[in-house]
């Protein structure tokens, strides 16, 4: 996944769901992090699982795209990988810039 | 101003269109419902199955969009239930999943999902979903009401045919009735009952003097005047037959007011007949008025007659004794039993009462206490 800066279109009536939706998506993040650290394949999974289905939906389409990727890593109980992809998701949070149309 | 308005029609205002989001990510619910109501759909959010059971029951959705890895019951079981149940399966459910592989989709079509939307979800096409079932939904709306409408008319339809033959009340119960029990009982019963039995006095000198077509005429309006007095007061119609007309009273229905019933009755039959009377008398010179005969006692009604003609009937004594007072009663008089005279006494006007003693009846062994009541 790219570490650069990230814009994403969002629709304009979706707008007030945003923050809390941004905020969810942190807190996954560090949740995701602690169950790497304990190892816990399975919840790693169930976060993975879900990042894709509200990815997407939002229009966050790098969520999906790296929810399916830690589900799948989750699933091959492949530690660097996930390693890997939880780091990506942490930067792509960060640089995240969002407008509605 | 729409068509509809401009006809007059009351038109009730278009409900908005539920739609149940159960989902327990309550970023994916947020949006669902988002999209729901941007669409201007009314939206309610449950975030386990068995919250949206309860919901469903206390308030049907117009259309359920339905997660299928729930907390408890599953969308699946949750789907199952609804299409399981009378009043809820009717109600359109989407299966929203990240599911993908081909036993899960077997599961929802084995638990009645109307449609499946895949995680993520397409905005596009959810709304064309919805809208494809909001379609439906309407199209089954309209024509549940156009259903509806025909049964009402229907049963206003069979209401007036069958009110000529028999009064409100028992057309009520027959139509009441329908699909159930029989409003009129296969095996007979005895009853106490009071029977009044009226006829018109100088129908024979008007067959005889005037021509047929005004006879059936004049019937008919004879009959009219009877029948509308027995109706106001809830009597049972059994029979009409030449010129003479059976009325029950505490039958089928239970009316302890029943000798009350049956006297207003008969006091009504006369006076509206009045009228009439008169105005034949001027047109035809033929003097005319009603005989009635009253009485009380017990009888047996049910069904008589062939599988292929029935009809609902009352026999035995008392109706013996009236047809029999009927038949002695004058103009304008109305003879009655003993035992039912002691039930009315108070509301005969003053004066108006005279025994005539104990009266032996044609057909009947021992003699009849009869009171003439001339009106």
Request: net charge negative.
């Amino acid at each position: 996944m790219t570490q650069d800066a990230r814009t994403v279109k969002v629709s304009k009536d979706l707008e007030d769901l945003i923050p809390t939706y941004l905020a969810n998506r942190k807190k996954e993040l560090e949740t995701l992090r602690q169950a790497l650290e304990a190892a816990d394949f399975e919840q790693i999974r169930q976060i993975g699982h879900r990042m894709r289905g509200v990815g997407v939906s939002y229009g966050f389409d790098d969520v999906t795209a790296l929810g399916k990727l830690i589900e799948d890593g989750a699933n091959a109980g492949d530690k660097a990988a996930l390693e890997a992809h939880v780091g990506a998701y942490g930067q792509y949070l960060s640089n995240l810039r969002i407008t509605y149309e | 101003m729409s068509d509809l308005a401009a006809t007059g029609l009351n038109v009730a205002p278009q409900t908005a269109f539920r739609v149940l989001v159960v989902d327990d990510d309550p970023d994916m619910a947020a949006l669902l419902a988002a999209i729901v109501e941007a669409e201007g759909m009314q939206a309610e959010v449950m975030c386990d199955g068995e919250a949206a059971i309860a919901s469903v029951a206390g308030a049907p959705p117009d259309l359920v969009l339905l997660d299928v890895v729930l907390p408890g019951s599953s969308g699946f079981e949750v789907c199952r239930r609804l299409k399981a149940g009378p009043l809820t399966a009717l109600i359109p459910v989407v299966l929203v999943t990240a599911l993908e592989d081909r036993e899960s989709r077997l599961q929802g079509i084995e638990a009645g999902a109307d449609d499946f939307l895949h995680k993520p979800v397409r905005r596009e096409e959810l709304v064309a979903r919805m809208k494809m079932l909001r379609r439906l939904h309407e199209t089954r709306r309209e024509l549940e009401a156009q259903r509806l409408a025909a049964e009402v008319e229907h049963k206003e339809a069979l209401h007036k045919a069958l009110s000529r033959y028999v009064s409100p009340r028992l057309t009520d119960r027959i139509i009441g009735a329908a699909g159930r029990a029989a409003p009129f009982r296969t095996e007979a019963e005895r009853a106490d009952v009071v029977v009044l039995f009226a006829d018109l006095r100088g129908f024979t000198r008007i067959t005889e003097t005037i021509g047929v077509h005004h006879v059936v005429d004049m019937l008919n309006e004879y009959f009219s005047v009877l029948t509308e007095a027995a109706y106001q007061h809830e009597g049972t119609i059994f029979n009409m037959a030449g010129d003479s007309l059976l009325v029950g009273f505490n039958v089928p229905f239970a009316q302890p007011d029943a000798p009350a019933r049956a006297w207003r009755t008969a006091m009504d039959m006369v006076s509206r007949f009045a009228p009439v009377s008169a105005e034949w008398r001027a047109r035809f010179g033929v003097a005319t008025g009603v005989g009635i005969g009253l009485c009380r006692g017990e009888a047996i009604i049910g069904n008589v007659g062939s599988p292929h003609f029935m009809s609902y009937t009352i026999i035995g004594d008392t109706v013996n004794t009236a047809a029999r007072l009927m038949q002695m009663a004058q103009a304008d008089e109305v003879l009655v039993s003993a035992t039912l005279y002691e039930s009315i006494r108070p509301l005969v006007p003053a004066g108006r009462a005279h025994a005539h003693g104990a009266v032996a009846l044609r057909g009947k062994s021992e003699a009849v206490g009869v009171y003439s009541i001339k009106l």
